[in-house]
């Protein structure tokens, strides 16, 4: 099969990145028309439906969300080609500003790989007391959660998020297991800085006369899931941050139910850096490896 063109491969990860035509378009530098024929394009040339139509806009169709993951991966590897063989070998340093818990559940899982593409890169990671902040003007690239409202600064989405209760194996046996929304009602909840999570999370499932605001408040993600791994309550979590601790039978996901957050995991840079090479590297790395982590990669 003939390989596709390189600006339909690009508008189809643009597309599958931002969701939408329109900001598709104004990254890439296109019209609107344009993007939406590229990837009309595309799909005749690949002979399988990317697009669906859902309420007045359009989304990828799970073979379309596959392939567009592949692609990432491959537009991935062919940017960090060229840098291996550039003359300019991409060297200095990099402070990354992460929140707690994407740096210790999933970055710190990760990062090497980078160091091993970049060796000549100096990498300084660091977190942040708020998950949205992005004031610490020691930090090259900063990775947030929050709306995605940062005035003068550069803004990729990098994932968005479902939240749903987790809990450890043998807290589950204590409370005789949880077969029904309800049944947390005979739980300590956990909560991260808030409880906002649990409020959405009830208000979803229909419980009737839940006390989101009862259990324990903790400022960190980390220590959100320590005490739910020790037993001591549910925590809300998503299954990027707490994927190994799942593989692991370390926590279990008593229900299927999940709701998406209002908020999502963000790269932020200042304008004046977001096309500096080594954060662009760093970007590219990033979105290559969240790719391959996404829930339902086959």
């Not at 992460?98 to 990671?125: K, R």
Request: with cysteine; proline share 5%.
């Amino acid at each position: 099969m003939r390989v596709p063109s390189t600006q339909a491969l690009r508008a189809l990860d643009s597309f599958a990145r931002h969701g939408s035509v329109w900001r598709a378009a104004d990254e890439l530098n296109l019209t609107r028309s344009a993007v939406s024929h590229q990837l009309r394009l595309l799909e005749r040339e690949l002979g399988f439906v990317l697009l669906q139509r859902v309420g007045k806009g359009v989304a990828l169709t799970p073979q379309g969300r596959r392939y567009a993951l592949d692609v990432r991966k491959a537009l991935t590897v062919i940017g960090e080609a060229g840098q291996r063989h550039d003359s300019s070998v991409i060297g200095g340093s990099l402070h990354v500003s992460s929140t707690p818990g994407f740096a210790s559940l999933w970055l710190c899982t990760h990062i090497a790989s980078f160091q091993e593409m970049y060796p000549d890169v100096a990498l300084n990671i660091v977190t942040p007391r708020r998950l949205d902040d992005v004031s610490n003007t020691e930090a090259d690239v900063f990775i947030s959660f929050g709306i995605g409202n940062w005035p003068n600064h550069a803004v990729d989405l990098l994932c968005e998020i479902e939240f749903t209760p987790l809990c450890s194996p043998s807290l589950l046996n204590r409370l005789g297991g949880l077969t029904k929304p309800q049944d947390l009602l005979r739980a300590n909840l956990l909560h991260l800085v808030d409880f906002e999570d649990w409020s959405r999370w009830f208000a979803a499932t229909g419980v009737e006369n839940p006390d989101p605001e009862c259990g324990i408040v903790f400022s960190d993600m980390n220590l959100v899931f320590s005490s739910a791994i020790a037993g001591q309550g549910v925590a809300m979590g998503d299954e990027l941050t707490s994927r190994k601790a799942l593989d692991e039978g370390r926590l279990v996901r008593p229900f299927d139910i999940a709701i998406k957050s209002p908020r999502s995991y963000f790269l932020v840079t200042e304008r004046t850096k977001a096309d500096h090479p080594i954060t662009k590297a760093f970007s590219g790395w990033l979105k290559s490896r969240l790719a391959e982590a996404a829930p339902g990669r086959t």
